[in-house]
């Protein structure tokens, strides 16, 4: 009996969140109207007042302006303030058909709620659907408005030009004279290109421009940058919370199944709850600024231009052809190449500080505090030990009788030199991994192995060095993630040099950001480095699973 209204309330929670998530881009259109309409006040009041100030005399005696004229000069005006600001009716239906189609496809999901998940999914498809064709028109709309916006204001600006052109004709071979009156916007030289606005790309950057008539045979050109391209913002926003519905309708049917077990649904809600704020500290830190990288890698962002262009695919286009790109991501893979030595190296040393006595103890100390140092203290070590005159390695390589290198400005030894310095740093953690899988091996198997004859080399690797392949695996894994973000011993040694020989992908991207101000490549390239090392990450998972698999069987 108690599981009905169970269900019950489920029910109305997903009829609740169907009918908020229908209405949410609603009100993002109506906030975004409403502050589209608020900006075009204000730009219209500043260009009107500029034309005041052009064709408006001064009053006697030269002191403020005569107040009879500046009374008709504003009457004249009624024209731009009386055009009626009509919204696009046709995207005002479809707003509305799909605000229809996303409630009825929502209610007809929630009907199978807490029934067998066969039934439930085929709504919950269509409604999903419906749901995202209600996202995309809201953000279309916004959009549609943004671009009326701009195209408003230039036609006031338009007939503001024109009009005070023809009061004041020393206007009309000086176009650059009514650029008061375009405020923010560019006023060139131009031809008859018609009434309407039009867009166009100007040097690359997109520009919304109309034509204005100075004269017979005079016109200018007044560009400006397109509102519609920054509403990108509220579209991603009518679109996400459109989506609101869809995911309200999924817990809910989670928990009306869940609800026939009490002591799961305890269970998981207590679980979720001690998750919650590690999720939100992830998503507030890692998703948001993947989107956010997502989002600059298709615009041409830059904290010099005050315009900020959707490009596209540009961004990446660019970068594959960019030589210095590929010879980053060159040198990339190859210093990921000290992660199997730096992993067979704490192995080693792993086997060999097995023991518990006071001296082992403080050689594995020894060796795992430059893993726990600052990543620039240890760079800063190694620059000295690394000088070239006077430095602890040359001066080892004399005492040799050994010719001195210049490890950081040889173009062929940089980049083996920080190798050794990652290898150095890394060997003390991999190496207490290790430890902890060796203490994991039972000491029987081994025991058994001797007693039937195996030496320690074949004990090794036919029993400890397959059970450690989970181990290893981590080692590798993590080890490889780690070097492809690889950028402090760049940075604090070599600075990307000699010769872009140190160059690596990390810094490469820090370089066009913050050195070159193209947030928008340096977005495309963390991105593509994301989804080179996912990949890689991948297939190793796959690889090594498998054998560690295999190894069991």
């Avoid at 007042?49 to 504003?74: C, F, H, M, N, Q």
């Avoid at 058909?97 to 996303?102: G, K, L, R, S, Y």
């Amino acid at each position: 009996m108690s599981a009905t209204p169970r269900g019950t309330g489920w029910r109305v929670g997903a009829l609740a969140a169907v009918g908020v998530a229908a209405l949410l881009p609603v009100g993002v259109t109506r906030w975004a109207r409403l502050r589209s309409e608020r900006a075009l006040a204000a730009r219209s009041a500043a260009s009107t007042a500029a034309y005041l100030e052009l064709v408006t005399p001064a009053g006697p005696g030269g002191a403020g302006y005569d107040l009879a004229r500046l009374l008709i000069r504003s009457r004249a005006l009624d024209a731009v303030a009386a055009r009626a600001d009509v919204p696009d009716a046709l995207l005002a239906a479809w707003l509305a058909v799909a605000v229809v189609f996303t409630l009825v496809a929502g209610v007809l999901a929630v009907r199978p709620l807490g029934g067998r998940p066969d039934a439930l999914r085929p709504a919950f498809r269509r409604y999903a659907a419906a749901a995202g064709l209600l996202g995309f028109v809201a953000g279309a709309d916004v959009r549609a408005i943004a671009r009326d916006t701009t195209d408003l204001w230039l036609a006031d600006a338009r007939v503001l030009m024109q009009d005070a052109a023809a009061r004041l004709p020393e206007l009309r071979s000086a176009p650059a004279s009514l650029a008061p009156i375009a405020r923010d916007a560019e006023v060139v030289v131009g031809d008859s290109a018609g009434a309407r606005a039009r867009r166009r790309d100007v040097a690359g950057v997109p520009r919304a421009s109309v034509a204005v008539r100075l004269a017979p045979g005079r016109w200018a050109e007044v560009r400006t940058a397109p509102d519609e391209a920054r509403a990108w913002g509220w579209f991603a926003a009518a679109f996400g919370l459109a989506l609101l519905g869809p995911v309200g309708v999924a817990a809910a049917a989670w928990g009306a199944r869940a609800a026939t077990r009490p002591r799961y649904l305890r269970e998981t809600t207590a679980a979720w709850g001690f998750l919650a704020p590690s999720a939100l500290h992830l998503a507030v830190f890692s998703l948001v600024p993947i989107l956010f990288a997502c989002y600059l890698s298709v615009h041409r962002w830059s904290l010099i231009e005050p315009v900020r262009p959707f490009v596209g695919l540009d961004n990446y286009a660019r970068l594959l052809r960019d030589p210095l790109v590929w010879a980053a991501l060159r040198n990339t893979v190859l210093y990921v190449l000290y992660v199997p030595v730096s992993a067979a190296l704490a192995l080693a040393v792993a086997l060999a500080l097995r023991g518990r006595s006071r001296g082992v103890r403080a050689l594995r100390t020894a060796f795992f505090l430059p893993s726990v140092a600052s990543a620039v203290a240890v760079a800063l070590v190694w620059q000295w030990i690394y000088r070239p005159e006077g430095g602890l390695l040359n001066s080892l390589l004399a005492r040799a009788h050994v010719s001195p290198v210049d490890w950081l400005g040889d173009a062929k030894a940089a980049l083996v030199a920080l190798m050794i310095v990652s290898v150095w740093a890394h060997v003390g953690y991999q190496m207490t991994v290790f430890l902890v899988g060796l203490e994991g091996i039972p000491q029987a198997y081994l025991d058994a192995a001797r007693v039937d004859g195996a030496g320690a080399w074949q004990r090794f690797w036919r029993i400890t060095f397959p059970l450690l392949r989970p181990v290893t695996l981590w080692v590798l894994a993590t080890g490889i993630v780690g070097a492809f973000q690889v950028f402090t011993y760049v940075y604090v040694l070599t600075g990307g040099g000699p010769l872009h020989a140190t160059d690596v992908a990390v810094y490469r991207i820090y370089q066009t950001g913050w050195e070159f101000a193209q947030f928008g490549s340096a977005s495309a390239l963390a991105l593509l480095v994301l989804v080179l090392l996912g990949g890689v990450g991948w297939v190793q998972f796959r690889l090594l699973a498998r054998r560690a698999g295999g190894a069991r069987a």
